[in-house]
C-alpha cells in the first residue's frame, strides 16, 4: 500500500531535484511504480481520453522513441510527427498537451515523461528543455490539487487509488475531492486518517469507489468531458463561501457537470455517500 511522501522527496523520482517544500509535505507526481499523475501536461485533454485509448497512445509514442537517437532535431521531429498523426481536437484548446507523455518505470507501467533524464534509454540526459514549458516547470511547478487540498485529503488520495490513469483523473480535482470528502466527513463526525485506511483493505476500496465518482457519473450533461483546465483554476471554479452542506452538494454536482434536468443525481449521490459512510 502506497505511504505519504513528506518534503524533501524527490521530484518526478530524479535525485537531483529533491522538493524541499512541497506544499503541505505530500506529493503527488510520482507516487509508486503504477501510480503517477501527468494531467498537468494534458494527458487527458484528447479527443477520447478513455483507459484504453490513452494506453494505446502512451506505449505507441513509448516504443517510438525507444527507437530515437538522442539528438535534439530527432527529439523535436519526434514531437512534430506526432502531433500530426495524432487527432488534434482538444476539448481545452488552450490547455496544451505534450507529445512527450509516454510510459516510464521499469516495466513500462505509469504515465510520465519520456524526455526526463531517469526516462528509459536517455542515460542521464535531462532533455526536457525542449518541451513546451520547458525543464524549470518540473521544478517548480505545483498543481492547485498540490498547493491547495488538506494533506490529509491528500494522502488518502495516494492510499486508496492504486493506478495511474485513475489517480491523475481525480487528484487533480480539488473541488471535486475536497467537496466530496468534506461532506463525508460530515456525516461521519470526524476528520478521515489516512493511517487507518490504509491499514484496511475495505476502507481503500470504499473510499476508491466513492472517489471514482469522477469517472462513471452516469448523470454528467452530454457536452461534458472528463477533462478540466485546472490551469484557468479560478476562472473555471471561483472558491466559493458557501461551506453548507447545500453548497458542498453544488460543488459536487458542478465538478461532474451534471445534467440539471436529471432527477436522479440527488438519490446516486446519496447513496454513494451512505456505502462509503457504513464501511468507514
Not at 60 to 88: K, S, V, Y
Request: aromatic share 6%; proline share 5%; with cysteine.
Amino acid at each position: 500500500m502506497s505511504v505519504c511522501l513528506a518534503a524533501g522527496t524527490q521530484r518526478n523520482g530524479n535525485p537531483a531535484e529533491a522538493t524541499e517544500a512541497v506544499p503541505g509535505g505530500v506529493y503527488l507526481c510520482q507516487v509508486s511504480e503504477t501510480v503517477s499523475c501527468g494531467a498537468c501536461c494534458g494527458l487527458y485533454n484528447v479527443a477520447d481520453p478513455s483507459r484504453p485509448a490513452l494506453e494505446a497512445m502512451l506505449a505507441g509514442r513509448t516504443a517510438r522513441f525507444a527507437r530515437l537517437p538522442r539528438e535534439m532535431d530527432a527529439i523535436l521531429d519526434f514531437a512534430r510527427q506526432t502531433e500530426a498523426e495524432e487527432c488534434r481536437q482538444r476539448p481545452h484548446p488552450d490547455f496544451h498537451h505534450c507529445p512527450y507523455l509516454g510510459l516510464i518505470g521499469d516495466g513500462r507501467t505509469r504515465a510520465g515523461c519520456l524526455l526526463h533524464p531517469l526516462a528509459e534509454g536517455n542515460a542521464g540526459v535531462d532533455w526536457r528543455g525542449l518541451s513546451h514549458y520547458g525543464g524549470m516547470a518540473c521544478r517548480v511547478y505545483f498543481c492547485p490539487a498540490t498547493r491547495k487540498l488538506e494533506a490529509r485529503y491528500k494522502q488518502v488520495l495516494r492510499i486508496v487509488l492504486q493506478d495511474w490513469y485513475t489517480f491523475g483523473l481525480i487528484a487533480t480535482e480539488r473541488h471535486l475531492v475536497a467537496a466530496l470528502l468534506g461532506v463525508l466527513e460530515d456525516r461521519l463526525a470526524r476528520p478521515l486518517d489516512p493511517a487507518a485506511v490504509g491499514q484496511d483493505p475495505v476502507r481503500c476500496k470504499a473510499l476508491a469507489d466513492l472517489l471514482r465518482i469522477k469517472i462513471d457519473w452516469p448523470h454528467r450533461h452530454r457536452s461534458g468531458h472528463l477533462c478540466h483546465d485546472f490551469f484557468a483554476d479560478r476562472m473555471r471554479r471561483p472558491d466559493r463561501g458557501d461551506r453548507t452542506l447545500d453548497g458542498a452538494y453544488n460543488v459536487i454536482f458542478g465538478e461532474l457537470e451534471t445534467d440539471a434536468s436529471c432527477n436522479e443525481a440527488l438519490t446516486d449521490l446519496e447513496g454513494r455517500l451512505a456505502a462509503a459512510e457504513r464501511v468507514l
